[in-house]
T-cell receptor, first 113, second 115 residues
Framework: GDSVTQMEGPVTLSEEAFLTINCTYT??????LFWYVQYPGEGLQLLLK?????DKGSNKGFEATYRKETTSFHLEKGSVQVSDSAVYFC????????????FGKGTTLSVSS | DAGVIQSPRHEVTEMGQEVTLRCKPI?????LFWYRQTMMRGLELLIY????????DSGMPEDRFSAKMPNASFSTLKIQPSEPRDSAVYFC?????????????FGPGTRLTVL
């Protein structure tokens, strides 16, 4: 079945460090790919998305490129801030409208000043 | 827009009691999803509705769980009887079918603790 695999956390970085969170997926067809972020005590918020191969999603300094050849959607940020501390979820969605998201297990990021 | 609204935000109950979680989706959204989040299993889809009709309930763990959507603006997830292993954060999310790649909007979640 379809699935998403994320790197195990927690990831601990100093402010201004470079961030990479790896995400790979298994799916038939051409899914859309998403990164969601969950701040402490809150629900999930969409961070960025990509809907086809080679698309790059970006938001708030975060980027991820949809790589069909490696079935990956790694999240990167050049310089993290303390406020980026959160749990990050990679997810996929089949192309049909209204189908549910399939999530990875989440990666906790902790950034210290 | 107020976003997806869930209540209560926190619920503590004793084993064997009935628990009802509530969700109000964003107005105009056609789909409503219930997810459960635990440390062990991460985020799991429990059930989802389209136009108030349950479409896929294969993620509902067992008969103790039931969900209803009596109208477009309200859904409930009920656990009866509750067990300690049901302790988790339960999220509701909604989406409009207007675009294939639209964002699912999540509520803040209900943190359930069953003692």
């Amino acid at each position: 079945g379809d699935s998403v695999t994320q790197m195990e956390g927690p990831v601990t970085l100093s402010e201004e460090a470079f961030l990479t969170i790896n995400c790979t997926y298994t799916a038939t067809g051409y899914p859309s790919l998403f990164w969601y972020v969950q701040y402490p005590g809150e629900g999930l918020q969409l961070l960025l998305k990509a809907t086809k191969a080679d698309d790059k999603g970006s938001n708030k300094g975060f980027e991820a490129t949809y790589r069909k050849e490696t079935t990956s959607f790694h999240l990167e940020k050049g310089s993290v801030q303390v406020s980026d501390s959160a749990v990050y979820f990679c997810a996929l969605k089949k192309s049909q409208a209204g189908t549910a998201l399939i999530f990875g297990k989440g990666t906790t990021l902790s950034v210290s000043s | 827009d107020a976003g997806v609204i869930q209540s209560p935000r926190h619920e503590v109950t004793e084993m064997g009691q009935e628990v009802t979680l509530r969700c109000k989706p964003i107005s105009g959204h056609d789909y409503l999803f219930w997810y459960r989040q635990t440390m062990m299993r991460g985020l799991e889809l429990l059930i989802y509705f389209n136009n108030n009709v349950p479409i896929d309930d294969s993620g509902m763990p067992e008969d103790r769980f039931s969900a209803k959507m009596p109208n477009a603006s309200f859904s409930t997830l009920k656990i009866q009887p509750s067990e300690p292993r049901d302790s988790a954060v339960y999220f509701c999310a909604s989406i409009t079918a207007g675009g294939l790649y639209n964002e699912q909007f999540f509520g803040p979640g209900t943190r359930l603790t069953v003692l």
